[in-house]
């Protein structure tokens, strides 16, 4: 007879009679059996995707505490209310209801900062977390779904902290939200409808905060969540993946069982996220809307700048040249436009790697173990020039800050990132390549030869070398497991009859691309078994 099913004794206590009473109906049992002990790896970067779900659920608790005093209403009043510097001035009803949540609700004003800090470190995490499947391929067969689902709640928190941030109508965000209706205003033909249609007239308007409110506090949080449960249900489907090691490979997980370990491990780190985030809510003021005073058109608040995650698209505009073209009556704000489409298109550049390399490789394989990223040195040089794009950026997002602090010409620093734009991920490509090469060589090195001792040995002949301490087995594994697959290739252009084969522009354009990534000069061969055995057996060896 099935245990389950056989009736509990009469002192069955209340916990066990709800347990099969909800197993009967939700077949909760059958689930744990096979799926809490489910063994996962260990290592520190797997807390990145941790730290983003953790802070989204911050966000969530908190959020709906702010939504029950926060008024999202564009009608004008007079404040009269706990902070007496803004005493008799207009303001929106949504200023003033964000004033009485920090001054006269009770742990509004804490409240309202986790939020916002939760929402600065959620994105943050989120870009960190997404850099690490990147440099380390997690995103290959059989997880691009998976990383178009964090690409996709990457995209939907920076949209969430931008609607988000225009809520409380104060100086600073009434600034940001005049940046985006002018970069609406820019898109050609329809950017006046568009305006219109958003602002429900002439800016600023009256409906703005009462339409962005739904959006900030139903919509994207809602698709965001949705995402996020088919994230983690991926994750437990397809298992986690891995770092290189000794009893890893594409059928086994080394590491420990869901429950109970990684539950009270997780269980534990999420209270850690709420406290650090709840101290610096505490003692690190963030967005002190008071201090701007309610939003005016015909004010702007000196050193306006976005949260960090919009810098990149405000770096875009404010370096563009202002280029303008008039014709057949209509004026194009090229200087707008073309930076507006540019940070979507980055994104989306970002979204479709994993297919572009899978196209490139023509790798089918499924994939459990993570790549170092030395070993792939071509991806990494191009996660890297990122990177460095985004920075250069974010000081053409800021240089009036930057100009004002080191007492600089803006000027300059305009001109300095225009340049920088271009030469700097270049540069940062060949730098980051090199030192891939480089550290595949030492690799190398030290699977032959060992590792450095520090201990300095006299030959007969007088010579001094160092001595080498030989690498253990499981080391040498790490070091050597992975593949170094030859890049596709076209093949000869003339078959075994001297006929000239058809080859496709597609399939020109991917030989070159796989031998630039995956070629020759891409990688450095790593050492094979006789190579070691060779040197190891010889009597010169140190």
Not at 299 to 314: H, I, K, N
């Amino acid at each position: 007879m099935d245990g389950r099913s056989a009736k509990r004794p009469a002192d069955a206590n209340s916990g066990e009679r709800l347990a099969d009473w909800a197993d009967g109906r939700l077949g909760i049992y059958t689930l744990a059996k096979t799926q809490m002990r489910k063994v996962f790896p260990d290592h520190w970067s797997f807390m990145l995707g941790e730290i983003c779900l953790y802070s989204f659920l911050i966000l969530i608790l908190t959020g709906v505490y702010l939504t029950l005093f926060f008024e999202p209403s564009g009608v004008e009043v007079v404040y009269n209310g706990s902070y007496e510097p803004l005493n008799g001035i207009i303001m929106t009803r949504a200023y003033e209801s964000t004033l009485d949540i920090s001054f006269d609700v009770r742990g509004g004003l804490l409240i309202r900062q986790i939020h916002h800090w939760a929402a600065l470190v959620f994105v943050a995490g989120m870009l960190v977390h997404m850099m690490r499947v990147f440099f380390t391929g997690a995103f290959r067969k059989p997880r691009e779904l998976n990383w178009l689902f964090g690409w996709t709640l990457l995209f939907l928190g920076i949209l969430t902290g931008l609607t988000g941030y225009s809520l409380p109508d104060d100086l600073l965000s009434g600034t940001g939200i005049r940046f985006a209706q002018g970069a609406i205003l820019s898109v050609p033909v329809v950017g006046t409808y568009l305006s219109f249609f958003l602002f429900g007239g002439e800016f600023p308007g009256h409906d703005i905060i009462s339409r962005l409110f739904p959006v900030h506090v139903l919509l994207l949080p809602g698709i965001m969540l949705g995402l996020v449960v088919a994230h983690l249900i991926l994750v437990f489907y397809h298992k986690h993946t891995q770092y290189p090691g000794p009893g890893r490979d594409q059928k086994s997980v080394v590491g420990m069982p869901f429950m109970p370990v990684y539950m009270a491990k997780a269980g534990g780190f999420f209270f850690l996220v709420f406290g650090v985030l709840s101290m610096m809510g505490a003692i690190a003021t963030i967005n002190p809307v008071w201090a701007f005073g309610p939003y005016r058109a015909d004010l702007v608040t000196t050193g306006a700048q976005p949260d960090w995650y919009l810098g990149f698209s405000e770096g875009l505009i404010r370096v563009m040249p202002g280029w303008e073209i008039d014709a057949w009556g209509h004026t194009l704000q090229l200087g707008v436009f073309i930076p507006f489409t540019l940070f979507p298109l980055i994104l989306l550049a970002i979204g479709v790697y994993p297919f572009v390399e899978a196209w490139i490789t023509g790798d089918k394989r499924e994939h459990h173990i993570l790549d170092r990223p030395r070993n792939v040195p071509t991806r990494t040089a191009l996660g890297v020039a990122w990177l460095s794009l985004y920075a250069v950026l974010l000081i053409g997002g800021g240089n009036d800050i930057v100009a004002t602090h080191l007492h600089l010409s803006i000027n300059a620093i305009t001109w300095f990132v225009r340049i920088a734009v271009l030469l700097v991920p270049l540069l940062a490509f060949v730098v980051t390549k090199r030192v891939c090469l480089g550290l595949q060589r030492g690799d190398r090195d030290k699977v032959l030869h060992g590792r450095e001792s520090g201990t300095i040995k006299r030959l007969p002949h007088g010579e001094y070398v160092e001595v080498h301490e030989p690498l253990t087995r499981a080391q040498r594994f790490t070091l050597t497991q992975h593949d170094q697959v030859p890049p596709y290739d076209v093949g000869p252009l003339v078959d075994a009859n001297g006929v000239e084969r058809k080859v496709k522009p597609t399939q020109r354009l991917r030989a070159r691309l796989a031998h630039a990534m995956y070629g020759q000069n891409a990688h450095i061969p790593k050492p094979t078994a006789e190579e070691y055995h060779e040197l190891t057996s010889s009597d010169d060896h140190h």
